[in-house]
């Protein structure tokens, strides 16, 4: 894997836990030499984990649209930072870029994100990896509702291993590198295909 899509918090959270696994993310993913692709800011994790990718080597290239240049302060000191006009187009570009995809922990901006990846993952629109890194289990809730959706038959059991979790970076990687896209989802009801 050459390159991964990271979303993350534009705050740091309530604990140190959160940043310090967002830089030992970054280091990782320069020690594998992959490229990091991000929202392009210097605010919370994101720009903490920029940062890190930076200081080791490696590769960054940051996607940020033009309106957010103040608010979400454009990062100047990345590999290529690439403005774009929306936050669709944010998405757009940063998913042709990546090969794969983690979310770290963070606000609503973050689940918006990931969700759209991984319900693209479920149509078929891509097959590539989609993971959650279980920083200190920050994403139980999320994770025990997915089980509830499988449970309840509005999300296929096999959609559901379209999800991958983990609690360090390391093993997120790893569960990354060996991910095999499951069947493209059916109709659950409909139990004549
Ligand atoms: P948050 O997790 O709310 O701190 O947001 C993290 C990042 O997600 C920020 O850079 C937001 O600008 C970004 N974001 C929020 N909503 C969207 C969206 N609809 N499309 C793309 N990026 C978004």
Known sequence: MKSIAVFCGSNDGASPVYKENAILLGKELAARNITLIYGGATVGLMGAIA?????????????LPHFLKKREIEHTRLTELIMVDSMHERKLKMSELAEGFIALP??????????????????????????????????????????????EKFMQEQQRSIMLTDTTPQGILQQLAGYTPPP??????????
């Open 51 to 63: 940062d890190a990718v930076m200081q080791a080597g490696g590769r960054v290239i940051g996607v």
């Open 184 to 193: 493209v989802k059916k109709v659950l009801t409909d139990e004549r295909t």
């Open 106 to 151: 963070g606000g609503p901006g973050t689940m918006e994100e990931y969700f759209e990846i991984f319900t693209w993952a479920q149509l078929g629109l891509h097959h590539k990896p989609c993971g959650l890194l279980n920083v200190d289990h920050y994403y139980d809730p999320l994770i025990a509702l997915f089980n509830k959706m499988a449970e």
